[in-house]
């Protein structure tokens, strides 16, 4: 479907819609973020008279595999067009059919996030007029959400953080205006529907968000809980998760709140940051040089660090919302929240915890294993099966982590698999290799793209040393070889033992065994 150069003239001017973000994530993902323009922006002393208050809108699409009223695929990335049907186009007499997986996917999201399920919730049109949303009104909901009253907790200096969460809705996506990529792109404005109808929630967060640094916290444990859900991917990049955030200021200690500004688009958690910074400062400026702030939309643009007024935002009585006559109210009955409570994943929060107590490992080893629910999970099972579970987190950490980033790959994708990492692990503690020959196997497994037993089979099971005749000999042969250091070694300067075992680990092509050959070495010097 392609729009006339009437429609187009719409897009240049209402551009900056929140179902518009693709578009503007390819316009503001250039050049380098510069932060000494966010920080020239305001002098301390001035900003420090006042308080920011930070509310969050985070939309959120469900992975269900059809649409949220029709049977659609919401496959992403198929040709334009095509996952389209008379419901989701629009068509004059269809009738929408709610999609009983999405209300199961944004019921679990709710409970995850500690909301209130509502039994009964409503689904209500909110009217306005886009060239990507054929019906003329989306269905979302308005006063009567599925889900209110949640909570995340946030880290903050000195301790923990409560940021509540008003309401979770359940809504569909519009389309997506598409204004370049094709030979008329300079006078017509494509459209592609198949977006359109696709399941999403929107997570209503209290202005509980004092600064830009919380919002980012907020944002990033959002995401982490919605991933262990596995209600939604929250790919960014392919719109699965986007922000908008409302920013206003006011003078520290005054109750009412300031004018808010609403920043729109922004396709990553980094420049949400950002925009939220460059805005408080904005704002205060303003402010303090005898200004008004003015209730607007506004843009953020990565390159120059800066935020951009769009248009006056319309009030929430400008969409007519009225409930939608073509479905029922949604019933969630205690049975169905029961059923669906019993899917509820152990959250990361708690599983933090429990690595903490159960495994013995450090919570800041405990928070890198838990980054996603797959780690966590894989990361249990080897913990459980070897000797040492803390053996095993340190190796995650110690050696997988550290290859997995100069390769440039997740650690979903590793060569070494957790199973691996276990019976490495096992390899280590018992003895039977050192902790070179261990880094040597995992280079190797690494170069060759293999796991971890299949290359200690392809070298042959390498045994570090312990036979102790052997390394008695190799020692002899290395403080004969050496004796100006033996005397200096004598003399006192005991710091040479390391020399020694080094020439002795040489001597043995890495497979002694090093806590042996210390102990050899320190009778045979004495
Ligand atoms: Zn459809």
Same mark, same amino acid.
């Given at each position: 479907?392609?729009?006339?150069?009437?429609?187009?003239?719409?897009?240049?001017?209402?551009?900056?819609?929140?179902? *518009?973000?693709?578009?503007?994530?390819?316009?503001?993902? #250039?050049?380098?973020?510069?932060?000494?323009?966010?920080?020239?922006?305001?002098?301390?002393?001035?900003?420090?008279?006042?308080?920011?208050?930070?509310?969050?809108?985070?939309?959120?699409? =469900?992975?269900?595999?059809?649409?949220?009223?029709?049977?659609?695929?919401?496959?992403?990335?198929?040709?334009?067009?095509?996952?389209?049907?008379?419901?989701?186009?629009?068509?004059?007499?269809?009738?929408?059919? =709610?999609?009983?997986?999405?209300?199961?996917?944004?019921?679990?999201?709710?409970? @995850?996030?500690?909301?209130?399920?509502?039994?009964?919730?409503?689904?209500?049109?909110?009217?306005?007029?886009?060239?990507?949303?054929?019906?003329?009104?989306?269905?979302?909901?308005?006063?009567?959400?599925?889900?209110?009253?949640?909570?995340?907790?946030?880290?903050?200096?000195?301790?923990?953080?409560?940021?509540?969460?008003?309401?979770?809705?359940?809504?569909?996506?519009?389309?997506?205006?598409?204004?370049?990529?094709?030979?008329?792109?300079?006078?017509?404005?494509?459209?592609?529907?198949?977006?359109?109808?696709?399941?999403?929630?929107?997570?209503?967060?209290?202005?509980?968000?004092?600064?830009? *640094?919380?919002?980012?916290?907020?944002?990033?444990?959002?995401?982490?809980?919605?991933?262990?859900?596995?209600?939604?991917?929250?790919?960014?990049?392919?719109?699965? &998760?986007?922000?908008?955030?409302?920013?206003?200021?006011?003078?520290?200690?005054?109750?009412?709140?300031?004018?808010?500004?609403?920043?729109?688009?922004?396709?990553?958690?980094?420049?949400?940051?950002?925009?939220?910074?460059?805005?408080?400062?904005?704002?205060?400026?303003?402010?303090?040089?005898?200004?008004?702030?003015?209730?607007?939309?506004? &843009?953020?643009?990565? *390159?120059?660090?800066?935020?951009?007024?769009?248009?006056?935002?319309?009030? @929430?009585?400008?969409?007519?919302?009225?409930?939608?006559?073509?479905?029922?109210?949604?019933?969630?009955?205690?049975?169905?929240?029961?059923?669906?409570?019993?899917?509820?994943?152990?959250?990361?929060?708690?599983?933090?915890?429990?690595?903490?107590?159960?495994?013995?490992?450090?919570?800041?080893?405990?928070?890198?294993?838990?980054?996603?629910?797959?780690?966590?999970?894989?990361?249990?099972?080897?913990?459980?099966?070897?000797?040492?579970?803390?053996?095993?987190?340190?190796?995650?950490?110690? %050696?997988?982590?550290?290859?997995? #980033?100069?390769?440039?790959?997740?650690?979903?994708?590793?060569?070494?698999?957790?199973?691996?990492?276990?019976?490495?692990?096992?390899?280590?503690?018992?003895?039977?290799?050192?902790?070179?020959?261990?880094?040597?196997?995992?280079? &190797?497994?690494? %170069?060759?793209?293999?796991?971890? !037993?299949?290359?200690?089979?392809? %070298?042959?099971? !390498?045994?570090?040393?312990?036979?102790?005749?052997?390394?008695?000999?190799?020692?002899?042969?290395?403080?004969?070889?050496?004796?100006?250091?033996?005397?200096?070694?004598?003399?006192?300067?005991?710091?040479?033992?390391?020399?020694?075992?080094?020439?002795?680990?040489?001597?043995?092509?890495?497979?002694?065994?090093? @806590?042996?050959?210390?102990?050899? =070495?320190?009778?045979?010097?004495?």
């Amino acid at each position: 479907m392609v729009m006339e150069a009437a429609a187009v003239r719409v897009v240049a001017v209402r551009a900056s819609r929140s179902h *518009d973000s693709r578009r503007v994530a390819v316009a503001t993902r #250039k050049g380098p973020y510069n932060r000494s323009v966010m920080t020239s922006v305001m002098e301390a002393p001035a900003r420090a008279k006042y308080e920011a208050v930070i509310g969050l809108e985070v939309h959120v699409q =469900l992975l269900t595999a059809s649409k949220i009223f029709c049977s659609c695929s919401t496959q992403f990335g198929a040709e334009p067009n095509t996952n389209v049907c008379p419901v989701c186009l629009g068509m004059p007499g269809a009738l929408p059919v =709610l999609n009983r997986r999405a209300v199961e996917f944004a019921t679990l999201a709710s409970m @995850a996030l500690g909301c209130t399920i509502n039994q009964t919730s409503i689904f209500a049109r909110k009217n306005y007029f886009y060239p990507d949303l054929p019906k003329g009104y989306q269905i979302s909901q308005y006063d009567k959400p599925l889900a209110e009253r949640g909570v995340i907790e946030i880290a903050v200096a000195g301790g923990k953080k409560k940021i509540g969460i008003t309401r979770v809705h359940m809504e569909e996506d519009a389309g997506k205006s598409l204004h370049d990529g094709f030979p008329d792109s300079g006078e017509k404005t494509a459209i592609d529907l198949n977006r359109t109808g696709v399941p999403l929630i929107e997570i209503v967060s209290e202005p509980d968000i004092a600064s830009a *640094d919380e919002a980012y916290e907020y944002l990033t444990l959002l995401k982490e809980i919605i991933l262990y859900t596995g209600v939604s991917d929250c790919n960014m990049e392919e719109g699965s &998760l986007r922000c908008d955030a409302n920013v206003s200021v006011r003078p520290k200690g005054q109750r009412e709140f300031g004018t808010k500004v609403e920043i729109k688009n922004v396709n990553s958690f980094r420049f949400i940051r950002e925009a939220i910074e460059y805005e408080i400062g904005r704002q205060v400026e303003l402010i303090e040089s005898g200004g008004k702030v003015v209730q607007e939309t506004r &843009l953020y643009n990565a *390159d120059e660090g800066k935020t951009y007024g769009m248009r006056s935002k319309e009030q @929430a009585h400008d969409y007519r919302y009225f409930p939608e006559p073509d479905l029922l109210p949604l019933v969630v009955d205690e049975k169905w929240q029961a059923e669906i409570r019993s899917q509820l994943p152990e959250l990361p929060e708690a599983r933090r915890a429990r690595f903490v107590s159960e495994y013995g490992i450090t919570a800041q080893d405990a928070g890198v294993l838990t980054q996603s629910r797959a780690l966590a999970d894989q990361f249990e099972a080897a913990a459980k099966a070897a000797k040492n579970p803390k053996r095993v987190a340190n190796l995650v950490q110690g %050696e997988l982590a550290g290859r997995l #980033k100069a390769k440039g790959i997740e650690i979903g994708e590793s060569p070494v698999t957790m199973a691996g990492v276990a019976m490495s692990a096992d390899l280590v503690e018992s003895g039977a290799i050192s902790g070179k020959m261990l880094k040597d196997l995992y280079d &190797l497994a690494f %170069e060759r793209g293999k796991d971890f !037993p299949a290359v200690y089979e392809e %070298e042959g099971r !390498p045994q570090q040393s312990s036979d102790t005749s052997a390394l008695e000999k190799i020692i002899d042969e290395v403080i004969a070889g050496n004796p100006k250091q033996v005397e200096q070694y004598r003399a006192g300067k005991t710091t040479l033992m390391g020399f020694f075992v080094g020439q002795v680990m040489k001597a043995s092509k890495g497979k002694a065994n090093p @806590a042996i050959v210390n102990e050899l =070495l320190g009778k045979k010097l004495a």
